[in-house]
């Protein structure tokens, strides 16, 4: 059963060497030719608006030479691109993209579809809902309640979490004061489940309501007077509505000396990200909080208490609190589970509640693992079975099934979705909220059967406007080629985590000419770090210059032969690697703290992404073998030749 | 030689009966084969991964079984997408892509490469800065000194003008502090030309300082200390650095009782995702000031005036100021030239200054048909010759060249460039304003050689992160085969517009079963607007109902027989319309304004956008007679058999 998905493996891609290039290929003109013919077929009976005796005029010719020239000018510029498909590529979150994936694309491209709304693509908005629910699905969401929809990629997945986290925590802040100049009474669940009248609540207890709290009190505002009065109401005393000057000063003046600004929590390994989305959303970088991690790059859920209860100690309000699932650097998986415990007794003992997100931009694919083919739950050791291994263990996947314990998740369909580019996906638990951002067009007229406020109209709850339907089909077609579970991209996914651990191994045990490499734990997913320590290298500098140079001979130069493999590196700095540093350190030997967190300092390492399925085993040709030894004749090289200037 | 465009627009497209299915198949084929050889020429000595024996394996069966059927199925589901490539598709802005665009995005998107940064993209990062320079040199700003990139889409643009545009008001105030903290003395200058002690300056003077003027503050403070000194001082003393509660805590401490909190003008007929954009960047939806139109749809630079004396007379700020060049609705294009006249009255007579943006997604590449071939302006004689009609008056070149004046231009290739989603683009003319708004992952590590700062690292002004290579591809052949002149986008782009005034000829003139087609203004480009009257609608609610029952058999209805052709509508309303309404009323005869401006009120309009190329002349079938002809049978089929429940 097992060499099943083995087998159906070979037919999910092109391939390394194109293996598959007559099935692509068959597929392709496949498609352009249905849709050619679907032109064709479009009232058959006009005549058409080329002739062919205009295909053989000068002007044609000229256009039809200058785009068969231009385009072979272009694949030849193409050709400096990075072979993101061989083995040999072991740098960024990038591999092949599924075959499915690639022939959806193209096959949709060929309608444009804009999935802004089901008027301009009535096939793709559906197909875009039905990727969603498969997501939604797999992360323990409920699909009748939960909602999601495709942005161009994570960040804007994950700024629009934020936007939403942001109105919500100052929902009831604005339903109070709507209720009061409404003269409407209405009563708030406080955290600890009892219920009081709204008006009795001060500010800080207004800022903790929980999320579903606060749409609740919302829904009963709508149940009490009339919409149009309620969503007017609303908006005069909301951020979004009135600014953030005029709120501010509103603020202080219903009730006196206002709290701290509300601070957002994310974990240390969070990616850069977060703060371009608070800064724009104009929370302010300054509010945002690392949460530490601990020595396996995960958020430390004792550091996290510590942190809610310093906050609290501060009376400072916590808007949202971000968890990781795959950091960008070492894919590890926050123990979310623990994360949600926290947050449970947080709002228990200490009166705070916040929006849970889970950024899963890489790992959150990795979640199909967890699924068994018949749709139940596989335990850690049903999995540990298939992979042959000691991934994972229990404690990741309850870090997986407390995907559902979120808010939202945003999820990347284009690093471990194996789609190309342009794919994020936004997932809510409570699908009111998006509400809370959703804007209709003035001028769109309802129409007699076509909701304005339908399912079907995306735009109405995104920060973009139009948007391509094919990345919706492109997903689509690839999660039924390759499912959700453990046949599809659970298998793929557990390759890939094989892969690493077999690199893993090899560099720790490789004799570097002399030096080792120093290992960062075991990744959770399938990200390898790693720092060179060349024999001889006296301080901390020269380790870094070491593994510069290293990097820099593995990686793509403009004007420079391509090297033999492609790694990518990182640096681990303080404050943010502070939890995670200390083993690392003392492995290198001879290097201090003080001198890692000097300014100038931090620790670079080597970092490389196995995405590719294949590196699971010894082929034909085994690229972590013959990385492993590249990777030894370079540190040779360097220490024979020291570095040139380059 | 007009005959030669005219036989090299043969060329651009697939056709509407897919004439150059064989040219665009070929091309394809070309592309794929080209990457799969490319991939087998890549380290030819290994093994491959994918041995032919595993091609006959039951698991590859199977999958490659799952792939071609649901290939089909998802191949059948787009037949319920819309026919954009046919003459009898004339709703939404949507048509053909180029067949070049088509071609460049399939190609790219084999190899995937990620325009985030140079080093996931060597190819077309590059690519993408040569499209930003073609659209830069377009509207006339210096392509060495202006910057731009490609976002997902129009809405994302605008979304980084008026974060810039916020970053860029609230600057000087943030120069002051930090060169008060820092003990720096720096100077300023004013918009009457005069240079003073920055410190000398009240809140409302710092509000008014141009954008180059703040710009040229933050320079002279880098040069004054270190950079890392400025930048934190700056970040201390920023909305996007402390966040909007306590910087507006800041402003009162530091001037006393503040200003009005700043506005943004957009013209009436503005996009709605302006209001959007305000709420989200918490600039406040409230803070939207509507500048009113003219009857033709456009900005009334006389209203502009007015607008800017209130706000001076309220002493409120106006931080931006969005003109539009092609309304989405009406395609209207505003008198640029006048706006930037009022703009530097203002800065003279009321010393009011503000970021000036023009959202041209949908009418920028109209800038085409200003263009010589060798490079000069054409002049509205010149262009009035080659389109034989009246089209364009003197006015029309002057405001498309005024673009030339503004601080920032926003642009939709995926719309008149006619390239498929996602394709925005996002022009600053001074580009010291995009690091306002950059921000460096915190490991980066600085690569001898490649500078973090560097032109390559498109990510670090952006708010996307990751985004397809293959946009910018497609935009670039596009360029490429169709050029931005009168040979390419200029000479398509009139035909569009001859196209569009010989449907306004055709339905003003029409006989519609009694009635008549009461017409808006013959359009800036290419967008007819018209509201069917019958002759016995009693009032304006009759008038509405018929228009939306005729637009209801003109649009596809989910389960229903899809329609002869396909248009779509708008709602006129109040405040927004009332520049424009009065002649329609007058027209349409019966009709109060008091009628058209009460709750549930407002003009349904019927729209069509004419973005095909051969509707410009009659053809063997001549789809604006059709369409004309169409329209008077239903018109009069609804008026014998009264309006069914739907």
Redesign the interface.
């Known amino acids: 059963m097992t ?10 891609f ?8 007559d ?3 068959r ?14 077929g ?2 058959p009976e ?5 002739p062919e005796r ?2 053989r ?8 030479e ?3 020239q ?2 072979s000018l ?2 030849a ?12 590529y072991l740098g ?1 979150m ?1 591999n092949e ?1 599924t ?2 994936a ?13 999935n802004v709304a089901a ?6 908005t ?2 875009e809902l039905e990727v969603a629910a498969d997501l939604a699905r797999m992360v323990g969401y409920d699909p009748r309640t939960a909602w999601g929809h495709l942005p ?5 997945a994950n ?1 629009e979490a934020l ?1 939403i986290a942001r109105s919500t925590h100052d929902l009831p802040l604005s339903v109070a004061s709507a209720a009061k100049e409404l003269g409407v009474r209405l009563e708030a669940s406080l955290p600890e489940g009892e219920h009081v009248p709204l008006d009795k609540l001060g500010l800080w207890e207004l800022l903790n309501l929980s999320p579903s709290a606060a749409l609740d009190l919302r829904d009963a505002l709508f149940r009490s007077v009339d919409p149009v009065d309620a969503r007017r109401a609303l ?2 005393h909301s ?11 509103q ?1 202080a003046r219903t009730y006196g000396d ?1 709290l701290p ?1 509300a601070t957002v929590l994310v974990a240390a390994s969070g990616h ?2 977060w ?2 989305i ?10 945002l909080v690392n949460v530490p991690i601990d020595s396996r790059c995960r958020m430390d859920p004792d550091a996290l208490w510590a942190t809610l209860r310093a906050q609290q100690a501060k009376r400072t309000p916590v808007l949202a609190l971000v968890s990781v699932c795959g950091t960008t ?1 070492e894919s590890a998986v926050d123990r979310l589970d623990k994360i949600a415990e926290v947050r449970e007794r947080a709002a228990r003992e200490l009166g705070i509640t916040f929006h849970l997100h889970s950024d899963a931009c890489y790992g959150g694919y990795a979640a199909a693992v967890t699924w068994g083919k018949e749709g139940r739950r596989r335990t850690a050791e049903e999995i540990r079975q298939s992979t042959g291994s000691a991934w994972p263990e229990a404690g990741w996947v309850e870090a997986m099934t407390a995907l559902s314990e979120t808010d939202s998740v945003s999820i ?1 369909p ?1 690093k471990l979705g194996y789609v ?3 794919a994020g996906v936004f997932l809510l638990k409570d699908r009111r909220a998006r509400e809370l ?1 959703a ?7 309802p ?4 909701s304005a406020t339908e399912e079907r109209f995306l735009g109405r709850y995104s ?8 990345s919706a ?1 492109a997903v ?2 690839s999660h ?2 390759v499912p959700l579970h453990e046949e599809g991209y659970g298998h793929l996914i557990e390759r890939t985590v094989v892969g690493a651990r077999r690199l893993h191994a090899a560099l720790a045990a490789a004799d570097l000419a002399g030096g080792r490499a120093v290992m960062l734990p075991r990744p959770d997913i399938n990200i390898v770090n790693y720092i060179v320590r060349p024999p001889d290298a006296p301080d901390l500098a020269a380790i870094n210059t070491f593994n ?1 140079a290293l ?2 001979r593995l ?4 004007g420079a032969r391509p090297p033999e493999y492609y790694v ?6 303080t404050p ?1 690697y502070d939890g995670a540093i200390g083993p690392l350190l003392q492995e290198l030997g001879g290097v201090t703290r003080e001198e890692w967190a000097a300014p100038g300092g ?1 620790l ?1 390492v080597l970092r490389m992404t196995v995405m590719d399925p ?1 590196l699971a085993e010894a ?3 085994d690229h972590v073998a013959g990385f492993v030894r590249h990777l030894a004749e370079l540190c040779a090289e360097l220490r024979s030749a020291p570095e040139r200037r ?1």
């Open positions: 060499e099943h998905r083995h087998e159906a493996q070979h037919a999910w092109l391939g390394p060497r194109a293996e598959n290039a099935l692509m290929e597929l392709v003109v496949e498609a352009l030719r249905d849709h050619a013919f679907w032109r064709r479009f009232h006009e005549g058409g608006f080329i205009a295909r005029s000068e002007g044609y010719l000229d256009a039809t200058r785009l068969t231009e385009l272009l694949l510029r193409l050709k400096a691109d990075l072979p993101f498909f061989s083995g040999r960024h990038v993209q075959l499915a690639q022939v959806g694309y193209f096959a949709t491209m060929l309608y444009n579809p804009n008027e301009s693509s009535p096939a793709t559906l197909l161009s990629g994570g960040t804007l700024f936007w908006d005069a951020l979004s509505g009135v600014g953030y000057q005029d709120y501010t000063q603020l206002p600004a850069y990200s703060e371009k608070v800064r724009a959303l104009g929370i302010g970088a300054g509010r650097e990347d284009h190309p580019y342009p951002v804007l209709d067009p003035p001028y769109l007229v129409t007699p059967g076509i920060i973009e406007g139009s948007r391509p339907g094919a089909s689509w077609l039924k080629v510069e990097y820099a990686s793509q130069r403009p990518t590196r990182t640096r681990l700095i943010t931090g670079v294949w082929h034909t040709t380059r």
